[in-house]
């Protein structure tokens, strides 16, 4: 379903997917502002952890949105630095969500007295050796793809890209910017991705077209989309579309319906019993909190799922 240009888009927490079919390209705006609030202001994360948390999930958004599959789409950053772990994931329904751990003292030597946010190019300093994974879950009946790459360059977009070079996907080119703002005392997070993909011959219905001339349209296409500022891509108040149309206004972009977001967890109390149903009975006491029960805390959204007793009867009954 096209649209024209003229038509207004709201900029918060939706993905835009656009074609330039003069080019042979397709592409994405993933923009996202409450929802990186519900998630990253409920861990009180510091500047340093939140800012890279913001750009996974808006890359997480970005590379989801480009996939056609049923389940869950997971961005998974593993290292040995102060950030040990990032996971962000996205349901096909749009739910996402995303959580962080890291190691405070690592943190502070690292960024150096005084500072207390990621530095441009932080991805050495703050994860350190690692590496970059990305997974697709669509059930249990069907078998889960993986793509892993080790953690190289310094920017995520630079992990993304070396994922991309490294796989058969096709041609791509991501750019990412995060920031958080402080309006009448209160923390606001803002990332957008612009996202490019070249597109098959035959998708694009440009086979007459030559390998020279499709690799200058591809060139174009990246130069283009590297233009956006940090400031229009984070501009509440400068719609998708009417981006895209600046960027790209020569070559007419076609703009398709919007995906949107809302930051929801997928934890539950019949999760966390099966959860438990598969641990021994007796290994549980190492969880039991000050007042004795089994304590089992979220780590995405931080709700505490407490268990007494009587409720650890019945998930084992259950269970036999």
């Not at 593993?78 to 190691?103: C, E, K, M, N, S």
């Not at 405070?104 to 990621?118: D, I, Q």
């Not at 791509?172 to 923390?187: C, L, N, S, Y």
């Not at 089992?296 to 505490?304: A, G, Q, Y």
């Amino acid at each position: 379903m096209g649209t024209s240009e003229g038509g207004l888009w709201t900029s918060d927490d939706q993905a835009l997917p656009f074609q330039l079919d003069a080019l042979g390209v397709r592409g994405r705006l993933v923009r996202l502002g409450p929802t990186l609030d519900a998630v990253i202001e409920r861990h009180g994360y510091p500047l340093a952890v939140a800012r890279p948390l913001a750009e996974a999930m808006v890359l997480c958004a970005a590379l989801a949105t480009s996939l056609k599959y049923d389940g869950i789409f997971t961005l998974q950053i593993t290292g040995d630095g102060p950030i040990r772990l990032l996971v962000t994931d996205l349901t096909t329904d749009g739910a996402l969500r995303g959580y962080a751990q890291f190691d405070s003292w690592k943190l502070a030597v690292a960024l150096g007295a005084g500072n207390s946010e990621a530095p441009d190019g932080y991805v050495p300093k703050l994860f350190g050796s690692g590496r970059l994974a990305f997974t697709v879950d669509q059930g249990q009946y069907t078998e889960r793809y993986q793509g892993v790459v080790p953690l190289e360059g310094p920017t995520l977009a630079d992990c993304a890209h070396t994922y991309f070079r490294q796989s058969e996907q096709l041609p791509t080119g991501i750019k990412i910017a995060a920031r958080r703002t402080v309006t009448d005392g209160t923390p606001h997070w803002r990332a957008a991705a612009l996202m490019v993909q070249q597109m098959p011959e035959f998708d694009a219905g440009r086979l007459d077209i030559d390998a020279e001339q499709r690799e200058d349209d591809w060139r174009k296409a990246v130069i283009l989309m590297a233009s956006a500022t940090e400031a229009e891509m984070l501009d509440p108040n400068l719609p998708a579309s009417h981006l895209l149309y600046r960027l790209f206004h020569q070559e007419q972009p076609r703009v398709f319906e919007t995906r949107p977001f809302i930051a929801r967890c997928r934890c539950s109390r019949a999760r966390i019993d099966r959860v438990l149903r598969s641990i021994k009975r007796e290994e549980l006491d190492d969880m039991r909190d000050a007042t004795g029960r089994v304590s089992v805390k979220c780590e995405f959204c931080s709700t505490e799922y407490a268990y007494d007793d009587n409720d650890l009867d019945r998930i084992y009954a259950s269970a036999a």
